[in-house]
């Protein structure tokens, strides 16, 4: 039995997401402004079938494919959004599954890091894939569970808020998410972040 842990549809990649996809992903790369789908699936290695019934169905491609032990993730993007929802009706029909048993995403921990210290910075900017915090700018960590909801948040983050992107990771037992900026656009982010994922239904 396949449980149906994300299920996401984004409807406008933003510049600094799609980048970060693009720099760190292994598929076909998303450009800004591109239709992108989420999912999440237990057990992962499910995720192969998952995978071809949207390809052949429709026009969309992948970036991502990650299966690890537990837990199978997929995004797959394409200009036309008719396209994605259509990939993502077909993965729904051919697991027997409705978008409304998804999971809930859960929040498991946010914090902000005010007026970061110069060393701390240098320790995240070592691990990190995206852009660069700097000594002195705001710090946003979120974790969710399941993963994959990270991805919106992200997303959702960057359209309502300046701020650098410095790292996601949408897969694994909990998703991560760090975000830098100024006090007040950090905060602005934040608030976004945590509103689009307490808005989503699920079970």
């Known amino acids: 039995m396949v449980t149906l842990r994300t299920y996401i549809f984004l409807d406008s990649l933003q510049p600094q997401f799609a980048s970060f996809i693009g720099k760190t992903a292994r598929g076909f790369l998303p450009i800004p402004e591109m239709a992108s789908l989420f999912v999440e699936i237990a057990p992962g290695i499910a995720i192969n079938r998952v995978t071809d019934v949207a390809l052949k169905a429709t026009s969309v491609v992948p970036a991502v494919q990650v299966v690890e032990r537990a837990y199978g993730l997929l995004e797959v993007h394409d200009f036309d959004k008719g396209e994605v929802l259509r990939a993502g009706k077909t993965i729904l029909e051919s697991l027997d599954l409705e978008e409304d048993g998804r999971m809930k995403p859960k929040i498991v921990s946010n914090q902000i890091i005010r007026a970061i210290e110069p060393y701390q910075s240098q320790i995240i900017n070592r691990n990190s894939q995206g852009m660069m915090i700097l000594p002195g700018q705001s710090l946003f960590i979120?974790?969710?569970?399941?993963?994959?909801?990270?991805?919106?948040?992200?997303?959702?983050?960057?359209k309502a808020a300046n701020i650098s992107l410095i790292q996601v990771r949408p897969y694994g037992s909990f998703g991560r998410l760090w975000l830098s900026g100024t006090e007040s656009e950090i905060d602005s982010a934040a608030e976004a972040a945590l509103g689009v994922l307490n808005s989503l239904t699920g079970v």
């Open 142 to 158: 979120l974790e969710t569970e399941p993963a994959g909801y990270v991805a919106f948040a992200a997303n959702e983050a960057e």
